[in-house]
């Protein structure tokens, strides 16, 4: 098939650390090894940073509330869908064949847990772009969600999906697992803000395990994360990110709210175990599975519990999670799910 992926790219400059980068980048590759024909339509980023023939038609734009209907505009207008036997967009675009969603109202998830935590315009931007999801996924042949809390979301608000389809790990990230029998490593990662809620585990992760904080950081709740000055350590190269993984005794993912959670699976991809926030889609792998531990948002106990139950059971429950990811959450597992998507249409 010859396919175009409408998504984002990241600068060539900089590692892929978004996941709306590295889906659009995994999918892309995923499926062109597969032999399909790809072709990648980005709003932002530079083509250098997939192996696939990819246009940037978004890169001019200025970032505003306005942003979402102009890239719109463009694509419909330079993009030649009929030269294509499927369109398939991360992006809410017009007349795509599949669309995918990541979340439906993320904004407003994280605010109502924790109100002022995004500007006006930031939320009026967010209402924007709801109303493009809606629209976009009434034109589609196939609307697929990550996970089945994006499946309540989105009926919430209108949008009936057919599938779920998780997001996928590069198989680079499959690695031996490092764990020294020393001080225990819980290691938390993602950009340093509200939404990703460092601060609970910085205050309640028991003081005789170790923390590392590791993304990028501009803002300033830095101030609510305990001890943040010793525990973060920025953001890191893939290699670095991937001996990060490979060394944890434990991955934690407290998030307000993740659409899925990619950080999780590349952490069991290297036979780490993870603990995570019912808040987050990737729960769903865990409830069922002897790979992690599943805690209840902002729930202390919960969490110092579970955190504590698969340390104790780190071995066996990171080999769990290793053999899991190899079995349902490779790229290459997750675009033949897409390609009977595409069957479909």
């Known amino acids: 098939m010859r396919i175009c992926l409408i998504g ?19 999918l892309a590759e995923s499926l062109s090894n597969r032999g399909h024909e790809i072709v990648v339509v980005s709003d932002e980023g530079e083509s250098a940073t997939v192996d696939v023939p990819a246009r940037i038609i978004g890169e001019n734009l200025s970032p505003g509330v306005d942003r979402l209907v102009r890239f719109y505009l463009r694509v419909r207008r330079e993009i030649d869908y009929n030269s294509f036997d499927i369109i398939h967009a991360w992006r809410p675009v017009p007349d795509a064949d599949v669309f995918s969603i990541h979340s439906v109202d993320a904004a407003n998830s994280v605010e109502e847990h924790r109100p002022g935590s995004f500007s006006l315009r930031f939320r009026a931007g967010a209402k924007l ?9 009434s034109r589609a042949a196939r609307t697929v969600v990550t996970a089945v809390q994006n499946v309540i979301d989105a009926t919430n608000h209108g949008i009936e ?17 490092e764990v020294i029998d020393n001080e225990i490593e ?9 939404r990703k809620n460092q601060a609970f585990p910085a205050a309640h992760t028991p003081k005789r395990y170790s923390l590392r904080l590791v993304g990028p950081c501009s803002t300033d709740y830095i101030s609510e994360v305990e001890q943040f000055e010793t525990r973060w350590e920025g953001k890191l190269s893939s290699e670095e990110l991937m001996s990060a993984y490979r060394e944890a005794d434990v991955f934690v993912l407290p998030s307000i709210f993740e659409g899925f959670g990619l950080t999780a699976v590349e952490a069991m991809a290297a036979g780490t175990p993870i603990v995570v926030a019912d808040t987050c889609g990737v729960a769903e792998h865990v409830y069922d599975e002897p790979i992690g531990g599943v805690y209840k948002f902002g729930d202390i106990e919960s969490y110092q519990r579970q955190l504590e139950r698969i340390v104790n059971n780190r071995v066996e429950y990171g080999q ?16 033949a799910q897409y390609e009977r998507e595409y069957e479909r249409v």
């Open 320 to 335: 769990n999670a290793q053999r899991y990811v190899k079995e349902n959450l490779t790229w290459d597992t997750i675009a």
């Open 129 to 137: 772009e709801l109303l493009g999801k809606r629209f976009a996924a």
């Open 186 to 194: 819980i290691l938390c990662v993602g950009r340093i803000e509200p």
């Open 8 to 26: 984002t790219l990241p600068e060539a400059d900089r590692e892929a650390h978004k996941g709306p980068e590295r889906t659009t980048i995994g």
């Open 161 to 177: 999906p057919n599938r779920v389809i998780p997001v996928g790990v590069n198989k680079s990230f499959i690695q031996q697992n």
